[in-house]
């Protein structure tokens, strides 16, 4: 008895492998839990290292939340394995893969070589970019944490629906922000975006990465300004962990404007939660679309 | 009265509550039908996007196959929005996807009839490996060109309890099981345990395979003093535990082996076996670097005291090592800068006839990442021979390598040799790894 009184107020230990679902976790799981991420906000979320801190974190893990579809492939199953950790082994109760709740874009059909660069062959991971998966995601993670101590369902659910009540007010005003520039065409580095282009209704009509995990090259580059100046494009979205040289060039060649849009809490300092991040994103395209004049 | 005014009261309250309860439900199916309808428009759109897409296909193969239905049935193109992972074809799920770790353990093709049982597949990996080598070296000469290993890798999980990986090396002419165990991961005490042919963990070089080296080559101490390109490479038990701290990572790890390494260790009878234990010591400095110290012991039997097939001078070698490593990554710029400072020292103490022959050798090397696909780096060499110590090798090596993705790799490396018996070795040297299959983790 004693031991089940000390275990239900002692926190639910989570680790996410990025800091989108810490908030998001963060946000469910109140003072019930504590959370961290691994990756920040500001690195690549597809080259983490794996580097032994992580195994004492999650050592100490009663929940493990992964965004899955491959994007942590090359760093955390290294981890897990090495964790000595059984409650966080994938199939076991304390994993979970928030991919398979959410709306997946971009999965791809026939057959799909490297040829076609780094693709991800269960689909674009990046899905997390639309509150819709933000709701998704969150509802996951409370049914997680419900299942792991079940005499807080309560308190989970009921901040579950507090957030997504709030999360759906936001959405609202985002989507409103947005609606005037709906069609809006923009050309990103990597193919971080899709699910946030069409919750918000952009058009993104080419990438600075010739393939997903390519760097560009100089015939691509080219193309790319050529397309970009018959279409009249006049945004440039890239990710904080990419360097802007090349969308710089591109940039003063067509008189587009570069901007470092992050696709993640934390992503540069003034994001540091959930709603922030499209607070600040929205802000950030809705003020450059005006300056442009462009659609 | 006064009762019959309570139960009004009674009534009325509980009347209030319902309706504001019932007004809460109707606010949330609301909310709910409003999510459905979102989420229907969402799928209406991609499989309206998807049928466009299959009904050209078909356009373009009917005459071929007329009446046949498509391969793909359009429902089960896109996994509908949160539904159970139910939906893609089996047929479409990439080989190699089942595996362990990563989000493939709810790969969704369970119920599939068509490839239920590939799911169970081991991810399957081949790394080619490609030598070439220019100029004059009479100690240990290379051919002009060489398809020096083709590594092949089976990994999956086993059962609940264990998972297994499998890497055959496959030479030019022959097969050898380059590592091939178990990983036990559900015993008790935080003991990680693996069981089969493995690199022991003496050092860091010795537990790295080929195609994860920063040179084409392996270091001269390595050769001279660990048994070869090999290394310690033996079938036998190995434990890991952490150990608790309250200021950095902590890990200990003894091993048994059969006693059988290449040219290090020879068991003469199955008693012969041989040990090898690591302590290493793990500390992040900053968010971009970290720091990394191991030491390591090995003892088994050595060749020397064997007589004509029979082992007569029992001769044992003991090696003890110690190995550094520096890493530094910006963050935020962590694909395209990066260097790693690597160094290890290693102590042999050979028996043999005549005398315990003793001696060390040591390497240095650095490694800078320029830009996101390039990297330079240098290694310093200096090693004795493990059955003469008073013969050193020293050598260097300048090295560049070109990573046109992530899935190859072009390397040249000039390399100058001074041998101990007097000769010296002028090389360049020519390297290009190349890997298909599954997707591997990223060594660290």
Do not use: E
């Given at each position: 008895m004693v031991a089940a009184a000390a275990s239900a107020q002692s926190k639910v230990t989570v680790i996410t492998s990025t800091e989108d679902l810490a908030s998001i976790g963060r946000e469910v799981g109140g003072d019930r839990i504590s959370i961290e991420a691994m990756?920040?906000?500001?690195?690549d979320p597809h080259f983490v290292e794996a580097k032994p801190s992580f195994i004492l974190k999650l050592q100490k893990a009663d929940l493990l939340v992964a965004v899955g579809r491959e994007l942590e492939i090359g760093w955390l199953p290294p981890l897990i394995q090495q964790s000595r950790n059984m409650k966080i082994q994938p199939g076991s109760q304390g994993y979970l893969d928030a991919s398979l709740g959410a709306a997946i874009l971009e999965i791809p059909t026939g057959t799909i070589t490297r040829a076609m660069g780094d693709v991800h062959p269960q689909g674009n991971?990046?899905?997390?970019?639309?509150p819709e998966n933000g709701k998704r995601i969150a509802k996951q993670i409370a049914d997680k944490l419900s299942e792991i101590r079940p005499a807080d369902r309560a308190y989970f659910q009921q901040r579950l629906a507090d957030f997504t009540t709030r999360l759906d007010a936001a959405e609202q005003r985002w989507l409103a922000q947005m609606a005037p520039y709906k069609g809006t065409k923009v050309v990103t580095y990597h193919r971080s975006f899709p699910n946030f282009a069409e919750r918000f209704g952009l058009d993104i009509v080419g990438y600075v990465e010739p393939k997903p995990g390519i760097p560009p090259t100089p015939q691509h580059t080219l193309d790319l300004i050529n397309e970009m100046k018959r279409q009249n494009i006049k945004i440039i979205l890239v990710e904080p962990y990419f360097d802007l040289k090349t969308p710089n060039a591109i940039g003063r060649e067509t008189g587009a404007q570069v901007l470092v849009m992050p696709p993640s809490v934390g992503g540069t300092k003034e994001v540091t939660d959930y709603f922030k991040l499209f607070d600040y994103d929205i802000n950030l395209l809705v003020e450059a679309i005006k300056k442009s004049g462009a659609k | 009265m006064r009762s019959a005014c309570a139960w009004v009261a009674a009534a009325g309250l509980l009347v209030g509550s319902a309706s504001s309860a019932s007004a809460q439900e109707a606010a949330a199916v609301r909310q709910e039908i409003d999510q459905l309808r979102r989420d229907f428009e969402t799928l209406k759109q991609q499989y309206g996007d998807r049928l466009t897409a299959l009904e050209s296909k078909l356009a373009a193969v009917e005459g071929a196959a007329p009446g046949q239905p498509p391969a793909t049935p359009p429902a089960a193109a896109q996994p509908p929005v949160s539904q159970p992972p139910a939906a893609p074809p089996a047929a479409e799920v990439p080989s190699g996807a089942a595996g362990a770790g990563g989000p493939t353990g709810a790969l969704p093709v369970y119920g599939s009839t068509v490839g239920g049982a590939k799911v169970f597949n081991p991810d399957i990996a081949v790394i080619g490996d490609f030598l070439g080598a220019a100029g004059h070296n009479s100690v240990n000469p290379q051919p002009a060109f060489e398809m020096h290993e083709s590594e092949a890798s089976f990994q999956a999980v086993v059962d609940p309890y264990a998972r297994a990986d499998f890497f055959l090396s496959f030479g030019e002419t022959g097969v050898e099981l380059e590592e091939g165990y178990a990983t036990l991961t559900a015993l008790p005490g935080g003991l990680l345990t693996k069981v089969g042919k493995m690199r022991a963990a003496f050092g860091k070089v010795n537990t790295m395979h080929n195609h994860v080296l920063p040179w084409t080559d392996r270091p001269l101490v390595t050769l001279n003093l660990v048994g070869g390109e090999d290394g310690i490479d033996d079938a036998g038990i190995s434990v890991a535990r952490l150990i608790p701290n309250p200021w950095l990572f902590l890990e200990a790890t003894g091993q048994v082996y059969r006693g059988d390494s290449d040219e290090l260790f020879h068991a003469s009878t199955p008693s012969d076996l041989s040990y090898v234990g690591h302590l290493r010591a793990y500390q992040d400095i900053t968010e971009n670097s970290n720091i990394d110290f191991g030491f390591s012991a090995a003892r088994g039997h050595n060749f020397a005291g064997i007589v004509d097939g029979t082992d007569r001078g029992r001769f044992t070698t003991t090696l003890y090592g110690i190995d550094a490593t520096f890493k530094w990554k910006p963050l935020s710029r962590s694909i395209y800068h990066s260097f790693n400072g690597r160094t290890e020292w290693i102590w042999s103490r050979h028996e043999q006839f005549g005398g315990t022959q003793a001696t060390w050798g040591a390497y240095l090397s650095g490694d800078y990442q320029v830009a996101r696909r390039w990297y330079i780096g240098g290694r310093l060499d200096r090693s004795g021979v493990a059955n003469d110590a008073a013969l050193v090798d020293t050598g260097g090596s300048f090295v560049v390598t070109y990573w046109p993705s992530e899935f190859s790799q072009v390397r040249a490396q000039y390399q100058r040799t001074n041998y101990g018996i007097g000769s010296t070795a002028d090389q360049f040297l020519f390297q290009f790894q190349f890997a298909i299959g599954a997707h591997g983790a990223h060594p660290f």
């Open positions: 990756a920040r906000g500001y690195q991971p990046h899905y997390w970019m639309d | -």
